[in-house]
C-alpha cells in the first residue's frame, strides 16, 4: 500500500480561483471514483434545500431562497464520498488482519467505502468478525454495567443530528458522567469560551442578512474556498457593492484571492474572476492579537486626531459608555503598547496596520469572520477576545450588517453544544432534565478533549464510546495516544466509513456502522427527518433522499437507543423504543428541556432559512457577569508563550486541503496550492529554502522544538516554496499531528494549538 510520501509530489502552478472549471471538474471525477449511481448524483439538487438533505460537510447557513445549485465543490465530494456505491462486509474483513489494515493509509481505508455490518474485533485471528445487533448492543451494555462510570467517554464528531445529540448526551448523564468531549474541544472551544465571557452567548451574532448589510469585512485565519465555499456567494455579492474585505492569513490562499461563481453560466465562459480580498495581510501564526492591537491603536489614534480637529469621534462613545465594561483598562493596555512589539508579534508593518484600520474606521457596519486561525493557538481565546475588542469599539455588535461571525466546522457541531453534548455541567440544564426524566444528572466536570487523552495516557479511561469522528488521529500528541489507545479496555466506533481509529483500537473493539444523513431514514413510525443547527444559530430539517447502502444498517439515533437500553437501568420516563420510531418525539423532548431555543420545534423546523436561536447579544442585551459586553486587555502579545524555541526553530501551522475533510482524505492533490499526489508536503518562504540551502522537492525532517523529553518527528517532507512569511512553515493536518505536544494547547478553552508548532528542520530526510 503506497504511504504517499513526499517523493511522489508533482508541483505545479496553482492557476485556478476558487470556483470555476477546475472545481466542477472535480466534482465530476469524484463522482465517478466513487461510482455514485446517476439517480444519486441528481441528489446535489436536494443539497440545502427546504425539502432537502442538509450538507454533510460544512456548518455555514442555509439561504431561505436558496441558488438551484445551493452546493460547492466540498459538499459535492462530501456527498459522493457518503452516497458512494462502494461497500465492505464481513468478507473483506476476513481477507484483511487489523495488522494489514494499519499499514494502510487514510485515504485507502476509507476508499473501501461504507461499513454494512457490526464488527467485533477477534484477537485469536486479529481480525473483525460480524456480529449481530443483539449480540453487540449486549455485550457492550453488559461491559459499561461493570465499570467505573467517571472512566467512560463519550466522544462525539459534530455530524450527527441534534435528536441523536440530544438522545447520546442524555445517554451518557444517565450512565452517570459529564465525559461528552466533541471535536469542537478541537475546533470553536476558545469561541465558546471567549465569546460567551465577553458578549454572553457561545455562538455567532451574524446571520446571512447581515452580509447584505455591512459596509466592511475583517476575516481571519478561515479559508473559505476550501473549507465554507458556499460563503464565496455571500463574499462575491458584498464584494460587487465595494464592500472592502481585509483578510488577515499567514498563507496567500487561492480562494481567498479571487472567486469564479460556478453557477454563473456567464462567469464560468469568461473566465470572469471576482477579486475577494481587498487588503491580504501575511500575519504570522500566532501573531493576530499583536495585529488587533495594532488595529485598535490606529483607532485611537485616529480618535485623537478627530478630537483635536473637533470633528466627530472614531469611538462609538455613546454605545461604549452604555453597552461596555472594561473600557478604560483595555484602553490603556492598547495606549502602553508599543509598535515595535506590535510589528514584531504580528509580523506586519505599521503603516499596513493603520490602512485597515482605516477601512474600518471608515464603514458604518463591520464584521468580523474568523476560522481555526485563530481559536487553535496557545492564545486562541485572548484572540477571539481581541476581535470583540475591536468590533465594540465603534458599536459593531448588535446592528445590522455588523457583528462576529466563528465558521463552525462540522455541519452540526454547533448543535451538538445546543442539545447538550457538553463536559461543562453548567451548560446542560440538569435541574430540568432531572425533572423531565426523574434521574439524578452527575454534577461534577466531565473531561474534554484534552482531559480525556490526558486520562487516556494516564489509564484511566476504561471505555471510549464515538459516535463519529476517528479521534486518535485528530487529537495532537500522536506518538504516545496511539500506544495508550491499544491498552483500553473497549472502544465502540459508530461510523459509517472505516479509518485509523478502527485499526488502532482498544481491547475488546466493535464498530458500529450507521446510515448516513442523506440516506433514507426508515422507523416503525415511517421515513424520518432530522434537524440541525447551522454557524449562524439557525436550526433547519433534513430529510435523506438516497436509498441505504444496505439494509443491515441502523440510524444513528438506533444505536445509541440500542446501547443506552443495554446499558441503563430500564427509566419508565425514557421510552427509547418510542423515540427511534418517530423522532418527532425527541424533538418534543429536546423542546421540552430548552422552550426558549426550541419552542414549535416540529412546527418550525422546514422554516426557509431556519429558525433562530434567540440571541441576546444580537439585540444589545448582554448575558454576562456584569450584564454588559466586556472589553478584555490582552495578557500577553506573543503567539506561543511557552513553546519558544532559538533562531533555528520555525513555526509550523498546520492546514486542510480541498482533498480533505478533516482526516477524510478523497485524494492527494490540493488543486488550489498546486500540489499533486502527495500530501507529505511542507510550504515554506523562499527566503527560508535559500537559507537553509534547499532545492525544490528536497526531502526534510521535522522534529518539535520542546525539551520534555519526548521525541516528536515527522520524515519525508519535501519542500514546496511558497508564499508565506519568512520563519514559517505550513504542512497538512492530520499528517502532522504527531508533532503537537499535548499540553501545547489554548489555556482557557484548550483547543490544541495546532497552528504554532515551534518545529526544528533536519536535512537528508527519512522517507516514513
Ligand atoms: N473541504 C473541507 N471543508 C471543511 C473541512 C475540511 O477539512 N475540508 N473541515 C471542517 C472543519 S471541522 C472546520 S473546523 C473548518 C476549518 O476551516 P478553517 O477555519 O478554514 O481551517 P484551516 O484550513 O485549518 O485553516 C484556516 C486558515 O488559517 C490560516 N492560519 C493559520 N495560522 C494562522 C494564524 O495564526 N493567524 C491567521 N490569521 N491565520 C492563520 C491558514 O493559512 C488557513 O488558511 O472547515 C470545515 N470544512
Ligand atoms: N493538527 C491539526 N489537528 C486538528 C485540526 C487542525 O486544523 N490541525 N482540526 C481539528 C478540528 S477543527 C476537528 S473538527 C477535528 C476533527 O476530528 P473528528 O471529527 O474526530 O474527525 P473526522 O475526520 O471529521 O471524522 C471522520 C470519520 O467520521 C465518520 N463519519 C463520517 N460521517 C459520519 C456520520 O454521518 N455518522 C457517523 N457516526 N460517523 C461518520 C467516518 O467514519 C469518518 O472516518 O480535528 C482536529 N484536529
Ligand atoms: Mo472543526
Not at 36 to 51: A, H
Not at 616 to 641: C, D, I
Not at 695 to 716: H, I, K, N
Amino acid at each position: 500500500m503506497s504511504n504517499h510520501s513526499g517523493k511522489d509530489v508533482k508541483i505545479g502552478r496553482a492557476t485556478m480561483p476558487a470556483g470555476g472549471w477546475g472545481s466542477l471538474a472535480k466534482v465530476s471525477t469524484i463522482l465517478l471514483d466513487q461510482r455514485v449511481p446517476i439517480k444519486d448524483s441528481r441528489l446535489l439538487l436536494k443539497q440545502n434545500k427546504p425539502d432537502g438533505y442538509a450538507c454533510v460537510s460544512c456548518a455555514w447557513a442555509k439561504p431561505a431562497n436558496p441558488h438551484p445549485f445551493e452546493f460547492c465543490e466540498s459538499g459535492a465530494k462530501a456527498t459522493a464520498w457518503e452516497t458512494t456505491s462502494k461497500t465492505i462486509g464481513a468478507d473483506f474483513f476476513e481477507r484483511h488482519t487489523v495488522t494489514e489494515l494499519e499499514a494502510w493509509d487514510d485515504h485507502t481505508l476509507e476508499d473501501q467505502g461504507r461499513l454494512t455490518v457490526p464488527l467485533r474485533w477477534d484477537a485469536a485471528s486479529d481480525t473483525y468478525r460480524e456480529v449481530s445487533w443483539e449480540t453487540a448492543f449486549a455485550e457492550i451494555g453488559a461491559t459499561l454495567r461493570g465499570m467505573a462510570r467517571e472512566q467512560v467517554v463519550f466522544y462525539a464528531s459534530g455530524r450527527a443530528s441534534l435528536e441523536t445529540s440530544y438522545m447520546y448526551s442524555l445517554f451518557a448523564r444517565m450512565y452517570g458522567n459529564n465525559n461528552l468531549p466533541d471535536s469542537s474541544n478541537m475546533c470553536h472551544e476558545s469561541t465558546s469560551v471567549g465569546l460567551q465571557k465577553t458578549i454572553g452567548v457561545p455562538v455567532g451574532t451574524v446571520v446571512l442578512h447581515d452580509f447584505e448589510e455591512t459596509d466592511c469585512i475583517f476575516f481571519f485565519g478561515q479559508n473559505v474556498g476550501v473549507n465554507s465555499p458556499r460563503m464565496l456567494h455571500q463574499l462575491q455579492e458584498a464584494r460587487r457593492r465595494g464592500v472592502p474585505i481585509i483578510t488577515f492569513n499567514p498563507l496567500r490562499e487561492r480562494g481567498l484571492v479571487s472567486f469564479t461563481n460556478p453557477q454563473s453560466p456567464v462567469e464560468m465562459l469568461t473566465g470572469h474572476e471576482t477579486p475577494i480580498s481587498t487588503q491580504y495581510h501575511q500575519v504570522k501564526p500566532g501573531g493576530d492579537t499583536a495585529a488587533i492591537m495594532g488595529l485598535c491603536k490606529a483607532v485611537f489614534d485616529r480618535d485623537d486626531a478627530a478630537q483635536r480637529a473637533g470633528a466627530q469621534r472614531v469611538l462609538d462613545v455613546a454605545f461604549i459608555q452604555e453597552h461596555t465594561h472594561g473600557f478604560a483598562e483595555f484602553e490603556q493596555s492598547v495606549r502602553a503598547c508599543g509598535w515595535i512589539d506590535i510589528e514584531r508579534e504580528s509580523g506586519l508593518r505599521r503603516a499596513d496596520l493603520e490602512a485597515a484600520a482605516e477601512a474600518y474606521c471608515e464603514a458604518g457596519a463591520v464584521m468580523g469572520i474568523y476560522g481555526m486561525g485563530l481559536t487553535q493557538h496557545r492564545n486562541g481565546v485572548q484572540n477571539v477576545t481581541m476581535i470583540v475588542n475591536l468590533l465594540l469599539l465603534r458599536g459593531n455588535i448588535g446592528k445590522p450588517g455588523a457583528g462576529v461571525c466563528p465558521v463552525r466546522g462540522h455541519s452540526n457541531v454547533q448543535g451538538q453544544r445546543t442539545v447538550g453534548i457538553t463536559e461543562k455541567p453548567e451548560l446542560a440544564p440538569l435541574d430540568k432534565l432531572k425533572e423531565q426524566y426523574g434521574f439524578e444528572p452527575p454534577r461534577k466536570a466531565g473531561m474534554n478533549t484534552v482531559e480525556a487523552c490526558e486520562a487516556i495516557l494516564a489509564g484511566k479511561v476504561d471505555a471510549f464510546i464515538g459516535l463519529g469522528g476517528n479521534f486518535v488521529r485528530a487529537v495532537p500528541e500522536r506518538g504516545l495516544m496511539e500506544k495508550a489507545w491499544r491498552e483500553i479496555p473497549l472502544t465502540v466506533q459508530i461510523a459509517t466509513k472505516l479509518n485509523r481509529n478502527h485499526v488502532i483500537h482498544g481491547k475488546a473493539s466493535y464498530l458500529l456502522p450507521c446510515l448516513g444523513r442523506i440516506e433514507i431514514d426508515r422507523q416503525a413510525g415511517g421515513e424520518q427527518d432530522v434537524t440541525v443547527e447551522d454557524s449562524t444559530g439557525c436550526m433547519h430539517g433534513s430529510r435523506g433522499r438516497a436509498e441505504p447502502v444496505a439494509s443491515t444498517l441502523l440510524s444513528e439515533p438506533a444505536i445509541v437507543a440500542g446501547l443506552a437500553k443495554a446499558t441503563l437501568d430500564p427509566n419508565p420516563n425514557v421510552d427509547w423504543d418510542r423515540w427511534v420510531g418517530d423522532y418527532s418525539l425527541v424533538r418534543e423532548a429536546i423542546a421540552e428541556t430548552y422552550p426558549d431555543i426550541f419552542h414549535d420545534f416540529n412546527a418550525r423546523m422546514w422554516t426557509p432559512g431556519g429558525f433562530r436561536r434567540p440571541l441576546g447579544a444580537a439585540h444589545r442585551v448582554w448575558k454576562t457577569e456584569s450584564g454588559k459586553a466586556h472589553f478584555t486587555a490582552p495578557e500577553a502579545l506573543q503567539g506561543n508563550p511557552d513553546l519558544r524555541g532559538g533562531p533555528q526553530t520555525l513555526r509550523l501551522f498546520t492546514v486542510r486541503s480541498d482533498g480533505q475533510f478533516n482526516t477524510t482524505i478523497y485524494n492527494y492533490d490540493d488543486h488550489f496550492r498546486g500540489v499533486q499526489g502527495s500530501r507529505m508536503v511542507l510550504f515554506m518562504a523562499r527566503a527560508d529554502v535559500a537559507r537553509y540551502a534547499l532545492r525544490e522537492g528536497e526531502l526534510v525532517s521535522l522534529r518539535t522544538a520542546a525539551m520534555d523529553g519526548v521525541e516528536r518527528r515527522v520524515d519525508g517532507l519535501a519542500v514546496v516554496p511558497y508564499d508565506v512569511p519568512e520563519g514559517c512553515i505550513a504542512g497538512y493536518y492530520p499528517e502532522l499531528n504527531a508533532l503537537i505536544p499535548l499540553w501545547h494547547h489554548a489555556k482557557e478553552s484548550k483547543v490544541p494549538a495546532a497552528k504554532a508548532i515551534d518545529v526544528i528542520l533536519e536535512r537528508g530526510g527519512r522517507l516514513s
